[in-house]
């Protein structure tokens, strides 16, 4: 266990989530894990009292996490939030009942939908006629499954082999559910800024910087406002990822992009190609210049 002074950690709960393993996996015994109950309630815990989170990103079968993308997209993230790190981890999924139920008993399955979604070949082979329940994540499936005393044996979770294990009522019925075996999924360390000394400190990918940013042409009508590729180009940076989702604003369709950035590391045997970290600051510095002087918005969601 933690000490009392270590710092909290909040995580998309409660115990057994993938969510917590990626925290465990990345945090160990330096931090007070608490969990909340969805990815919204996890990110508005971060304070100055509670300065951690772990979110889930996006998972290489089903995508980006979108509860996670509409916190990217609030307004309280840039004052009251950072991006501090990614760590990824292989999600292995089991389908999971109460003890004593068998496949064909099963009329409808619960878990986070991002798991329903990563097994939905499977659902439609296995269990083409069940009911899908989404739940705020695949421990509370687990959770909801042994709470069902009215009908105990009709119900299934998709979630991990811990949260099956924990609970002694329930028993796995079938392991890898997954549509994919390697099957994986990114979460994002949040911080509640920007210098708040991150606990067990290791570089989250000592190979290279990287960088969130969100972007977007000035409000106005779509088809002659700036371009997503003038915006990118003006970025001049190595463009890894894009996400495009709708901004609420005054006029239709105007998007904002999460642009995920990164550029090599220097080290002792790799001076020419690569960078420091204050050379990587500047060029984001520079980056954020040249969109502003073309017109665009961008916003720094972290850098590591
Ligand atoms: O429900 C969980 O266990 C989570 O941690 C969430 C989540 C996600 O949102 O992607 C994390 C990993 C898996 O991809 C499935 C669900």
């Known amino acids: 266990?933690?000490?009392?002074?270590?710092?909290?950690?909040?995580?998309?709960?409660?115990?057994?989530?993938?969510?917590?393993?990626?925290?465990?996996?990345?945090f160990r015994d330096t931090v007070h894990y608490t969990p909340y109950a969805s990815i919204q309630d996890t990110f508005n815990s971060l304070s100055s009292e509670n300065p951690f989170a772990v979110i889930p990103l996006e998972n290489s079968t089903y995508g980006s996490v979108t509860e996670s993308y509409s916190v990217l997209q609030s307004r309280r993230f840039e004052k009251d939030a950072y991006v501090r790190g990614v760590t990824s981890l292989a999600i292995s999924h089991c389908l999971?009942?109460?003890?004593?139920?068998?496949?064909?008993?099963?009329?409808?399955?619960?878990?986070?939908?991002?798991?329903?979604?990563q097994c939905q070949g499977f659902l439609s082979r296995c269990l083409p006629n069940a009911e899908l329940i989404r739940t705020p994540s695949t421990?509370?499936?687990?959770?909801?499954?042994?709470?069902?005393?009215?009908?105990?044996?009709?119900?299934?979770?998709?979630?991990?082999?811990?949260?099956?294990?924990a609970f002694e009522d329930l028993e796995i019925l079938q392991?890898?559910?997954?549509?994919?075996?390697?099957?994986r999924t990114r979460f994002?360390?949040?911080?509640?800024?920007?210098s708040v000394p991150l606990p067990r400190s290791h570089e989250s990918d000592p190979s290279a910087f990287r960088g969130l940013l969100r972007l977007s042409a000035p409000q106005g009508c779509r088809d002659e406002g700036l371009s997503v590729l003038e915006l990118l180009t003006a970025l001049?940076?190595?463009?890894?990822?894009?996400?495009?989702?709708?901004k609420i604003c005054a006029?239709?369709?105007?998007?904002?992009?999460?642009?995920?950035?990164?550029?090599?590391?220097?080290?002792?045997?790799?001076?020419?190609?690569?960078?420091?970290?204050?050379?990587?600051?500047?060029e984001i510095q520079g980056a954020i210049d040249r969109v502003r002087d073309l017109g665009g918005e961008v916003c720094v969601l972290g850098l590591w």
């Not at 950690?9 to 115990?15: D, F, N, S, V």
């Not at 890898?176 to 390697?182: A, I, L, P, Y």
């Open 1 to 26: 266990m933690a000490p009392s002074t270590s710092p909290r950690l909040a995580y998309l709960g409660p115990e057994g989530t993938y969510t917590h393993q990626a925290a465990w996996d990345r």
């Open 96 to 117: 999971t009942v109460r003890k004593g139920t068998k496949m064909g008993d099963i009329k409808r399955v619960m878990s986070h939908e991002q798991a329903l979604g």
């Open 139 to 165: 421990a509370a499936a687990a959770q909801a499954l042994l709470n069902d005393d009215e009908r105990p044996r009709e119900s299934a979770a998709i979630c991990s082999s811990i949260c099956s294990i």
């Open 175 to 183: 392991e890898g559910v997954q549509d994919d075996v390697s099957n």
């Open 188 to 194: 994002m360390i949040l911080a509640s800024s920007a």
């Open 236 to 246: 001049d940076l190595r463009v890894m990822k894009i996400d495009r989702r709708a």
């Open 251 to 282: 006029s239709p369709f105007h998007d904002e992009y999460i642009v995920e950035v990164t550029k090599k590391r220097a080290d002792s045997t790799n001076l020419v190609n690569g960078i420091s970290k204050l050379t990587w600051e500047k």
